[in-house]
């Protein structure tokens, strides 16, 4: 459960899940009804007001707050990219973080950039603002990827493209996190996209999971 103090009632309450390994779970549910809130809990950004949340079998509350989050892939809408940085210097930064040498680093960033269909020596050096919505998303996975987690969060990540760079995201992902074997657990108001990209979803409402099924 989570609550805020000046709130009686909980946020989020009763939610009793395990996320496999290798699955992406998707959190779908309207406005307001606790899906980032969720979201947040696992990476311990939000602290559980009672029960556990347990990452690699060890609660949240157990764990050093940046060690867990640099373990952890992160997107969000637009990708949170530093708009002051290059697209080479936002995508290795966990690695650089992570004492990776400049080499590696380079190396790393290359294959990513590659491997969201994104060539290197065109894009690497450019600025956000340079970048199309769809172009700065597809950075935001990159950096997600960089230094390998095995557990990817996304918090409505797709929510700002139009419709037809939207869908084609949409397949992308789903094939790369199938092709890299990843867990995710993905935030959506979208049924569609919770259709096309759950192995299992997760409907909320008001704080409670009230469906949990396959697609």
């Known amino acids: 459960s989570y609550s805020v103090p000046a709130n009686s009632n909980p946020i989020i309450s009763n939610l009793n899940l395990t996320v496999h390994e290798g699955e992406t779970l998707v959190l779908l549910g309207e406005s307001g009804c606790g899906k980032t809130t969720t ?3 696992v990476n311990k950004l939000y602290l559980p007001t009672a029960g556990d ?6 609660p949240t509350t157990e764990w050093d707050s940046i060690a867990l989050r640099r373990s952890i892939g992160y997107v969000i809408q637009e990708g949170g990219l530093f708009p002051h940085f290059t697209i080479a210097r936002n995508v290795g930064l966990v690695p650089s973080l992570f004492k990776w040498d400049g080499q590696r680093i380079r190396s790393r960033v290359s294959e990513l950039l590659t491997m969201v269909g994104l060539e290197p020596s065109r894009f690497a050096e450019r ?5 199309s919505g769809g172009q700065r998303q597809r950075i935001g996975v990159a950096r997600a990827l960089a230094a390998d987690p ?5 918090d409505e990540p797709f929510g700002a493209l139009d419709p037809l760079t939207r869908l084609s995201l949409q397949k992308e992902f789903a094939q790369l996190t199938k092709k890299l074997g990843k867990t995710v ?3 959506t108001h979208d049924v569609r996209e919770a259709l096309l ?3 299992r979803i997760a409907l909320m409402h008001a704080g409670e999971i009230v469906v949990l099924e396959t697609p």
């Not at 949340?53 to 060890?58: G, I, P, R």
């Open 39 to 41: 979201l947040k809990l």
């Open 127 to 131: 600025y956000p603002r340079e970048l």
């Open 185 to 187: 657990i993905l935030v």
């Open 53 to 58: 949340v347990l990452v690699k079998n060890k």
């Open 197 to 199: 990209l759950g192995d």
């Open 150 to 154: 095995a557990l990817l969060l996304l």
